[in-house]
């Protein structure tokens, strides 16, 4: 028996004693059997960025088997506002690599996540998921390369206020217990989510922690690693719907709000990325940065405004993107430094043996550090679309392989410095900024779309429906008007308080 298989936590590939990749219809009927299942949910996310549920009570084998190939009808029109009722009905097909045993659920139920087809029997060119799909596909066609991702989920926990060792305020980095209250809540909900299939990183509190109206509001984060882009996107929703849901469960409310209070640290969802070919981490050459890592960065930097179309899609994502909140407000890219927008993290790119130096008794490993090098996307916000956001940034990077003056516009968006600094506001006035509202996302997504929809990537459909919705806040000169009025700012928090 695979050792590494049997201590997943996903208890089907433990129990099938194989990657969730190689799972078949013939594997999920068969742990159904084995294991007193006795329903089945379906899931997928909306145009909304939810996850929606359809439940199957298993009658018969036959009815089983029904479901998992033919899948089931659903009402598009109430899904998406691109699709019209007189032509909404679409199908959901289960993807049985997604399966998982429910951990919220009294009857014992099996969980898929599902892609879209049309009437007739393709895929629905306008869905999230497959769009994701097509991104992908397209990048390793052009690069011979795989595109990967993780991102790093930020949420807000709040409960009651119990008035017993106060954390400092805005210091909650990495705080243990009991300063930090929401520590077990966090674990457990790591331990669901690697129940799901989520490929966790760590766990910690976050920056952001303060009181108000006698309730505490503690950040928390959970990291993910790198894996193929889809699988990264269906890690998140499905982590997103976890939280959520034990948050329900223990009486807390959660909130992946870009922004919560004016001075206080908003939630990200700073992604992560790497280029791997045959199985090797392509974003160091030699101990540095690599010509593979520079361009992919150029065309995020080409394309950062546009991306905030997908990854910032409401009015309070861009009250977090302002100075001096550790979030990026111009077009640039740098070393280890909080004030860019695209960091590049520290790689383990040194050649000591920090394990041998901290451990005398051990010997050197020799471990191959340089598959965790990664670069880092940080404008993204809980609000964000996970499936056009990871598919914008893979055509953003794509797009750095195609551009023939890539390694200039890396070289020239490159920041060592500290931007938000007197002394460095000449680089400061040289660098492209970041949209300031929806509106203004929504023009640069205009001005930009044909990149995104080459290759029939994005369709021209979802582009529409992006501008049109960013369009409809009228948020164009809101982060002006709002200054110097708190009030007016958390009246605009709640609005959108449960976004992505």
Not at 290 to 316: D, H, W, Y
Not at 376 to 384: K, L, Q, T, V, Y
Request: hydrophobic fraction near 40%; charged fraction near 20%; proline fraction near 4%.
């Amino acid at each position: 028996m695979n050792q590494e298989l049997s201590m997943n936590a996903n208890q089907l590939v433990a129990y099938l004693q194989k990657p969730t990749s190689e799972f078949t219809k013939a594997d999920i009927i068969s742990f159904i059997q084995q294991n007193n299942i006795r329903m089945v949910n379906f899931m997928y996310p909306a145009g909304d960025g939810r996850l929606k549920t359809l439940n199957f009570v298993i009658n018969n084998q036959a009815y089983l088997e029904a479901i998992l190939t033919c899948g089931e009808r659903v009402d598009g029109s109430s899904l998406f506002s691109f699709i019209e009722a007189g032509s909404s009905d679409l199908y959901v097909i289960p993807r049985f690599r997604t399966a998982f045993v429910d951990p919220f659920a009294e009857i014992p139920t099996l969980t898929m996540l599902c892609s879209f087809f049309n009437k007739d029997g393709e895929p629905l060119e306008s869905s999230p998921e497959y769009t994701l799909h097509k991104a992908s596909k397209t990048f390793t066609e052009v690069t011979g390369m795989e595109f990967q991702a993780m991102g790093e989920l930020e949420y807000y926990v709040i409960a009651p206020d119990i008035d017993m060792f106060q954390a400092t305020d805005q210091r909650g980095y990495h705080e243990s217990g009991p300063y930090a209250k929401f520590n077990e809540f966090r674990t457990e909900c790591m331990s669901y989510i690697a129940q799901t299939g989520g490929q966790i990183k760590y766990g910690h509190s976050e920056v952001g922690n303060f009181t108000l109206d006698d309730c505490v509001y503690e950040q928390n984060e959970i990291e993910f690693l790198p894996v193929r882009v889809e699988e990264a996107a269906d890690q998140l929703m499905v982590a997103k719907w976890v939280i959520r849901n034990l948050g329900l469960q223990y009486g807390y409310n959660v909130t992946f709000a870009p922004k919560i209070t004016a001075g206080k640290a908003g939630s990200g969802l700073h992604i992560h990325m790497r280029i791997v070919k045959d199985g090797k981490n392509q974003m160091l050459k030699d101990g540095v940065l690599s010509e593979t890592a520079r361009k992919a960065i150029a065309g995020m930097m080409v394309l950062a405004p546009s991306i905030t179309a997908f990854g910032n899609t409401n009015p309070t994502s861009y009250f977090r993107l302002v100075p001096h909140q550790e979030a990026p407000t111009n077009v640039c890219w740098g070393d280890r430094n909080r004030s860019v927008l695209v960091r590049v993290p520290l790689g383990w790119a040194a050649q000591s043996d920090m394990c041998v130096l901290a451990n005398p008794l051990e010997v050197e490993s020799h471990y191959d550090t340089s598959q965790k090098q990664t670069i880092e996307m940080r404008s993204p916000d809980g609000s964000a679309d996970i499936y056009q956001l990871l598919a914008g940034l893979a055509v953003a990077c794509r797009h750095g392989f195609e551009i023939e003056n890539a390694l200039d516009i890396a070289a020239k968006t490159y920041v060592n410095v500290n931007i938000h600094q007197k002394e460095n506001e000449d680089k400061l006035k040289s660098l492209a900024q970041l949209p300031e509202s929806c509106v203004a996302s929504a023009d640069c997504l205009q001005q930009q779309r044909a990149i995104f929809e080459q290759y029939n990537v994005f369709s021209p459909a979802m582009i529409e429906g992006i501008i049109r919705k960013l369009r409809s806040y009228e948020d164009k000169t809101l982060r002006a008007e709002l200054e110097g009025n708190p009030q007016a700012m958390l009246d605009l928090v709640n609005k959108y308080f449960h976004c992505g």
